[in-house]
């Protein structure tokens, strides 16, 4: 069994090697995903390293059994921990908070909680799915999302995955509901499948931004790995590709970019180089205002040049 450091926490290869057992398709790259989306917040060494205590690997047993058995989506399951209807304490999707209601006995259903299981060491570096940067299976809350029947299609799916509450009235056909954009909190990595299912395109899509620099995996990462800023500019990109934009128009955005970047860095530089922190927190608050200012000039020039447009 993966040993748990002196220091009480496991790291994520080891948490891992304790959910092999029960679930041979997650992977490391699977866990951090999760992350992402915000249903498990492991803490962070002094370095960046993720640490992983009790209640953590019960927490993944449960999301990952919700998706198992239940095939509920990464979206419901999240609502559903924060409502308290699923409990990641060892109860699962108890209705009304009621014990005792009918059907709901989990003695009867099957059930039996996970209990940890002893995984040799040398069988969670041989498993595939232990190697850096291995494409997890899709989650099902990107092959199925929840929202949106139109005209009846795929109605069926969607009522499926619904909550079990009371749907509130759904919008008129002509006023769509935009999901809110892709997200990656701030030193998360994600393989390039994830990317593509985090913006939802294609890998020949990410290959053609790729190819103008538009976006970027991180410096030295093998496989290739995309941070927070690799998801906020594909998504844009992506768009653009879509309205007729060839990908080579779309460096024009990354030459007048570090062209801004330059300038700032200018600006900054002599505080930047001062050893005490206030020269540095004046730099910091420096580069923000004109980074602020920056995306207010360029998309009121931006305005001015298609005026004609506009007021016609």
Request: net charge negative; hydrophobic share 35%; glycine share 8%.
């Amino acid at each position: 069994m993966a040993e748990v450091h002196d220091t009480g926490y496991l790291s994520i290869g080891e948490v891992l090697g304790l959910l092999l057992e029960d679930f041979p398709d997650v992977t490391i790259s699977k866990i951090r995903f999760l992350e992402s989306q915000g249903l498990i917040s492991p803490e962070r060494t002094a370095s960046g390293y993720r640490k992983f205590y009790d209640p953590d690997v019960e927490l993944l047993r449960v999301i990952l059994t919700e998706q198992k058995s239940n095939y509920l989506p990464l979206r419901v399951i999240k609502d559903r921990l924060e409502t308290g209807e699923i409990d990641p304490t060892g109860e699962h999707l108890r209705p009304n908070g009621d014990d005792d209601s009918p059907g709901t006995s989990h003695a009867d259903d099957g059930h039996v909680p996970a209990e940890p299981v002893e995984v040799p060491s040398e069988s969670i570096s041989s498993h595939p799915s232990s190697r850096f940067g291995a494409s997890p299976q899709p989650p099902p809350s990107t092959a199925a999302p929840v929202s949106g029947p139109a005209n009846g299609a795929g109605g069926d799916v969607a009522a499926t995955m619904r909550d079990p509450s009371p749907v509130a009235e759904q919008p008129v056909a002509d006023e769509p509901v935009e999901s809110p954009p892709p997200s990656l909190m701030p030193g998360v990595l994600v393989d390039r499948a994830e990317l593509c299912s985090m913006v939802k395109m294609t890998d020949e899509e990410l290959q053609q931004l790729e190819s103008f620099g538009i976006v970027s995996a991180r410096d030295g990462s093998q496989p290739s790995l995309y941070g927070d800023d690799a998801v906020e500019i594909a998504k844009p990109a992506c768009e653009f590709l879509r309205s007729g934009v060839d990908a080579r128009h779309l460096r024009n955005w990354r030459t007048s970019a570090d062209r801004e970047a330059s300038l700032y860095e200018q600006l900054i530089r002599p505080r930047f180089r001062q050893r005490n922190p206030e020269s540095r927190a004046e730099a910091l608050a420096q580069l923000k205002r004109l980074d602020a200012l920056g995306g207010s000039l360029r998309a009121a020039m931006t305005r001015q040049a298609l005026r004609r447009h506009f007021e016609s």
